[in-house]
């Protein structure tokens, strides 16, 4: 494969400074940007080894027609100007993080007369103060509806607010003491305002103070006996303390972070923050990204933090975050956003106790907000039709192929082998059909993707020879009543009777011809098959000296990377089953005429199976249920074994 020689700088031309550097296509538009410590080293890294890229990275190279850098004077200011530039060009190879959905923020419009409270999603607006996100609307709802006891602010919209100024009569939250009612001048708009700030201040998480204020004037009004204030006073206590509930205490009071974590695959990656505010969980928020470039965890969290503070107002960087892996600058990008909030921030990666814990539970939710996103994709008629029709165009196949098999082996250094069969049906798993074998030989990945794609094919040829079906395919004619897999005696369709348009073994050229192989010893003719090897998603065709590269973001690949997925998880299941099996197995279970119980009563008084080989079979014959033969057979078999 010949490289991008074209636009290669010239030999020394390369400054070894800090800088940013952009590739450009032939219209002109910035397609890549990225930073470096040495621009010399890193981009020499694109073209002294061409064939040697990921294929995402061959493909950037081979768009641009040229490449051009600004030297920086520290590794902040290429930070800083690499943020830029992407926010500017939005290059199309850039990682770009997008809203999994639209999570709806508390917001206080404190740039307007009348500040008003509400429930606000998308882009933010200057001069409104922003509290969240949280996951559900009706969540924000709930904690207004309690405040709005104890900060009457307005919550009408501008409309109604001014109507009600023309007929002199506030709306009903004006009557239930749930509003001030600025408009029609039951309080200044310097009394409104305080009332707002108030109302930001307790959600920004100083809580402490109001509820201690509210409890000294009740107990004052309770001294006056004025019992009716103090049990308004008292219920609005509860109030503010069950909006307090609402929010899970998960650290000190004093804790101000965002703990965020990752959940990755090789073509996307999911990102979800928890917002933590005074020791409590504020909101949270969830990205999915396409990886565009071969990234690891410290990347994807670098270019998340910058995208993600680049814009956000300095008093909602918080004094602490947490990370699953640190950043390759770590410094760098802590200084930035030190700058940018006005007090240190520090980025730290938990090791154990209760920030381990969170960071813990955060993974969890970004790997089940990573699975939804993949359902959510897969479960769309649209693109899983699209998916098949790439998958035959790419592969050359005759037909879409509605029925795929997916093979995989798992065993750990030879031991336990067993290999899955996963089917997905019009792009959909299809889990009744699935499979799992014990494979018999021990001689590698290779003969155990034969070995098994020689028995599965075997059973379908003898269950369609049994049933006649073979018969039938020969002498059917075009339109004639088809050779059913349906058993007449159960009713259900029989395991092996359906074959597959694809086979997809998880690997590469070896493993596809190895599939290849056993189809044609059986004159199995009209199955394709491919191989998907895992470390650059290469799609291998039996015979090919060439993998064939998929687009990265074409449904096709998407499709048989979940059908490969599949196959994976499906067998590590088995080989977990099947190890933690032989490892409960004991000595005893082979000796004939024992059973649980009397295997047990030995073990009990014995205390292990070495010290029951040891004794005789006198001493055997003092356990309760255990007669002469039965020691002596113990003791022979026993002696018969390898300790």
């Known amino acids: 494969m010949n490289g991008p020689v074209g636009f290669r700088p010239k030999p020394g031309s390369i400054p070894e400074s800090p800088g940013v550097y952009r590739f450009k296509d032939a219209e002109g538009r910035v397609i890549y940007v990225g930073k470096a410590k040495s621009l010399r080293q890193r ?84 001069g409104t103060r922003y509290f969240g996100p949280y996951s559900h609307a009706w969540a924000i709802r709930e904690t207004v509806d309690l405040l709005l006891r104890v900060f009457p602010i307005r919550s009408c919209s501008t409309g109604v607010f001014r109507r009600a100024g023309q007929i002199g009569r506030p709306c009903l939250l004006g009557y239930i003491d749930k509003c001030s009612a600025p408009c029609v001048s039951r309080v200044t708009a310097e009394e409104h305002r305080g009332l707002a700030e108030d109302f930001c201040d307790f959600m920004a998480g100083n809580t402490g103070r109001f509820i201690k204020r509210l409890e000294r004037e009740m107990r004052e009004a309770a001294a006056e006996q004025e019992y009716e204030r103090a049990a308004r006073l008292r219920d609005d206590v509860q109030a503010l303390q069950r909006a307090m509930e609402k929010q899970a205490v998960v650290l000190g009071d004093n804790t101000d972070c965002d703990v965020i974590a990752l959940a990755e695959d090789p073509l996307e990656a999911a990102v979800h923050v928890f917002y933590v505010r005074g020791g409590r969980i504020r909101g949270q928020r969830g990205w999915v990204v396409d990886k565009v470039e071969e990234t690891g965890p410290g990347e994807l969290v670098e270019q998340f933090l910058l995208q993600m503070y680049g814009d956000a107002a300095a008093e909602s ?72 029709q790439e998958v035959a165009d790419a592969l050359g196949l005759d037909q879409v192929p509605l029925r795929i098999e997916c093979y995989d082996v798992s065993h750990i250094q030879g031991t336990n082998v067993v290999a899955s069969m996963v089917v997905f049906e019009d792009g959909l798993a299809r889990k009744s059909e699935y499979r799992r074998f014990a494979v018999r030989s021990a001689e590698g990945d290779v003969a155990s993707i034969h070995e098994v794609i020689s028995r599965r094919f075997k059973r379908y040829l003898e269950e369609r020879s049994a049933t006649g079906d073979l018969d039938a395919d020969a002498g059917a004619e075009p339109g004639g009543e088809q050779p059913s897999g349906i058993d007449p005696e159960t009713g259900r369709p029989r395991k092996f009777a359906y074959p597959p348009h694809l086979v997809v073994v998880d690997g590469g050229p070896a493993q596809a011809a190895a599939a290849r192989r056993a189809l044609d010893e059986l004159g199995v003719d009209d199955v394709a098959v491919c191989g998907l090897a895992k470390r650059l998603e290469e799609v291998w065709l039996p015979g090919d000296d060439l993998p064939v590269i998929l687009p990265r973001s074409s ?85 018969g074994q390898n300790p």
């Open 43 to 126: 981009l020499n890294s694109y073209f002294a080894d061409f064939a040697g890229l990921h294929p995402r990275t061959q493909t950037m190279l081979t768009t641009a027609v040229g490449v051009d850098w600004t030297v920086v004077g520290t590794e902040v200011e290429a930070l800083q100007l690499e943020y830029s530039w992407i926010k500017e060009y939005d290059p199309r190879f850039n990682v770009k993080y997008r809203d999994d959905k639209s999570y709806p923020y508390l917001a206080v419009t404190m740039g307007e007369e009348f500040p008003r409270v509400q429930v606000l999603r998308g882009a933010k607006r200057k």
């Open 317 to 388: 960087l918080p004094r602490e975050v947490l990370v699953p892996a640190p950043p390759p600058d770590a410094e760098a990008v802590a200084e930035l956003l030190s700058e940018h909030r006005g007090a240190r921030v520090e980025i730290r990666v938990p090791q154990r106790g209760d920030k381990r814990s969170l960071l813990e539970t955060v993974e969890r939710n970004a790997k089940e907000a990573l699975n939804q996103h993949k359902l959510k994709r897969a479960s769309d008629l649209t693109s899983r039709s699209r998916a098949l």
């Open 555 to 639: 449904e096709a690949l998407y499709l048989l990377q979940r059908v490969r997925d599949e196959a994976h998880r499906f067998a590590i299941a088995y080989h977990r089953s099947k190890r933690s099996k032989s490892v409960q197995q004991s000595a005893l279970d082979e000796v004939p005429g024992l059973g649980p119980a009397r295997r047990q009563a030995l073990i009990k008084h014995f205390g292990s199976v070495k010290r029951l080989r040891e004794a005789t079979a006198a001493q055997i014959c003092e356990v309760p249920g255990i007669g002469p033969s039965t020691a002596e057979t113990i003791v022979s078999a026993l002696k």
